[in-house]
Nanobody, 121 residues
Framework: QVQLVESGGGLVQAGGSLKLSCAVS????????MGWFRQAPGKEREFVAT????????YYADSGKGRFTISRDNAKNTVYLLMNSLKPEDTAVYYC??????????????WGQGTQVTVSS
């Protein structure tokens, strides 16, 4: 059974940084794209970033460009999201997903349970 487990969330002050991790077990996902999505209270889940299986290509939502960096270590079956210069509006539950290289949720086959990120002003 495939499992994606996020970690690294927490409470941080505005301007601070967090690095989220997503560990994958149950399948070698080195040939899948990986993505990060987030869902703020009362809002729909939205795309944050995605990285191609070879880690050569990545794409970001405008909200994270210049502040967020997605990376992956296929040997460790882990994907990361480094978030710098955090803002209160980044507060959300962050989910990692595995599947297609896409901004759309429907392209992803496997999802984690999410990790809470709270940014205080």
């Amino acid at each position: 059974q495939v499992q994606l487990v996020e970690s690294g969330g927490g409470l941080v002050q505005a301007g601070g940084s967090l690095k989220l991790s997503c560990a994958v077990s149950g399948r070698d996902l080195s040939r899948y794209a990986m993505g990060w999505f987030r869902q703020a209270p009362g809002k729909e889940r939205e795309f944050v970033a995605t990285i191609y299986w070879s880690a050569g290509n990545s794409y970001y939502a405008d909200s994270g460009k210049g502040r967020f960096t997605i990376s992956r270590d296929n040997a460790k079956n882990t994907v990361y999201l480094l978030m710098n210069s955090l803002k209160p509006e980044d507060t959300a539950v962050y989910y990692c997903a595995a599947g297609g290289y896409s901004i759309f949720e429907s392209a992803y086959l496997y999802w984690g349970q999410g990790t809470q990120v709270t940014v205080s002003s």
